[in-house]
T-cell receptor
Framework: NAGVTQTPKFQVLKTGQSMTLQCAQDMNHNSMYWYRQDPGMGLRLIYYSASEGTTDKGEVPNGYNVSRLNKREFSLRLESAAPSQTSVYFC????????????FGDGTRLSIL | AQKITQTQPGMFVQEKEAVTLDCTYDTSDPSYGLFWYKQPSSGEMIFLIYQGSYDQQNATEGRYSLNFQKARKSANLVISASQLGDSAMYFCAMRRSGNTPLVFGKGTRLSVIA
């Protein structure tokens, strides 16, 4: 029962470096999401993909790009990392009707020096 | 735009007592869903309970119940018989109809005292 798998779990980058966070789900869900969690801010939506082949911006998309590679995988890319992107990143997926919850991965803790 | 407000940054409760975590929301959509998640210190997000805007009865899941007051736009989480393992961050979230993403509140940190 893997659910939503995120890699890596931890990463330290230098300012200006690039990185891709990987996310895969094995629940055959149509929708996938990327959030960031900062202290005192809750979870804020970066990008989401309502279905394979579509992506949309969320509340805080600047500095990020996403790719819905196939139905299972949804990656988040930081092209030029900045200290303000230090955060915990969560991937989530959802299937079925609107009353179904989003299922979350365990998160990626990213530090930008 | 949707908005979720959790006004209690932190709460303390004695073990075996009940506790209510507040959540108010703002939306103009007639159809929406409200969710509560628990985040223990280990960091994972655990789904607890769901309430639909058209549901006639308050949702319950074991020791968790949702006190849904539609006219007041509130969806408070009630945890009965608190346990030490209930110590965690709790997030209220809302979704408009369909597959739109959840919008989260800033969370309430609950500490259960022995």
């Amino acid at each position: 029962n893997a659910g939503v798998t995120q890699t890596p779990k931890f990463q330290v980058l230098k300012t200006g470096q690039s990185m891709t966070l990987q996310c895969a789900q094995d629940m055959n869900h149509n929708s996938m999401y990327w959030y960031r969690q900062d202290p005192g801010m809750g979870l804020r939506l970066i990008y989401y993909s309502a279905s394979e082949g579509t992506t949309d911006k969320g509340e805080v998309p600047n500095g990020y790009n996403v790719s819905r590679l196939n139905k299972r995988e949804f990656s988040l890319r930081l092209e030029s990392a900045a200290p303000s992107q230090t955060s915990v990143y969560f991937c989530a997926s959802k299937g079925g009707a609107g009353n179904q919850p989003q299922h979350f991965g365990d998160g990626t803790r990213l530090s930008i020096l | 735009a949707q908005k979720i407000t959790q006004t209690q940054p932190g709460m303390f409760v004695q073990e075996k007592e009940a506790v209510t975590l507040d959540c108010t929301y703002d939306t103009s959509d007639p159809s929406y869903g409200l969710f509560w998640y628990k985040q223990p210190s280990s960091g994972e997000m655990i789904f607890l309970i769901y309430q639909g805007s058209y549901d006639q009865q308050n949702a319950t899941e074991g020791r968790y119940s949702l006190n849904f007051q539609k006219a007041r736009k509130s969806a408070n989480l009630v945890i009965s018989a608190s346990q030490l393992g209930d110590s965690a961050m709790y997030f209220c979230a809302m979704r408009r109809s369909g597959n739109t993403p959840l919008v989260f509140g800033k969370g309430t940190r609950l500490s259960v005292i022995a």
